[in-house]
């Protein structure tokens, strides 16, 4: 029964610093953005460069560049939490050779899945880096 109030106390201080922490994140993204407002306002309506927003062509790279972002992004997450969590359990062990081993095992396969993430990650922004200059012909935007 304690057990149970415990995590469940433990999952919801979790989940209000994760949320205090995405509110903090959202304040100090929008102060810099307040800084820096005259480029933004100068560099409205194109992108890149120079290509109208409402251009097919343009949106379609960087919408899939955007979801895979996000998508990766929250894979990373969801390993961090993993590695949060073998480690509470490795902590809270008491000497439980079976529940250590579980937490090491956790650990380990959480450090490697955030390895591979970050390598899909790093794949993916220089496919996409790679691609941003070459327009929907094929050929080379701003090259000789």
Do not use: C, H
């Amino acid at each position: 029964m304690i057990k149970t109030y415990t995590k469940l106390i433990f999952s919801f201080l979790f989940i209000a610093a994760m949320a205090v922490s995405f509110v903090f994140t959202v304040q100090f993204s929008r102060a810099s953005a307040a800084d820096d407002l005259q480029t933004q306002l100068d560099s409205a309506g194109t992108t890149g460069w120079g290509t109208p927003v409402n251009d097919p062509a343009a949106d379609l790279p960087n919408l899939i560049k955007d979801v895979v972002s996000v998508f990766l992004s929250l894979l990373g997450i969801i390993f961090l939490v993993l590695i949060i969590y073998a480690g509470y359990n490795w902590m809270t062990a008491q000497g439980d050779d079976e529940k250590v081993t579980k937490a090491k095992n956790t650990l380990t396969r959480a450090i490697i899945g955030l390895i591979i993430i970050l390598a899909a990650y790093a794949i993916t922004y220089f496919v996409f880096q790679s691609l941003s200059g070459v327009n929907s012909t094929g050929t080379i935007v701003g090259g000789s």
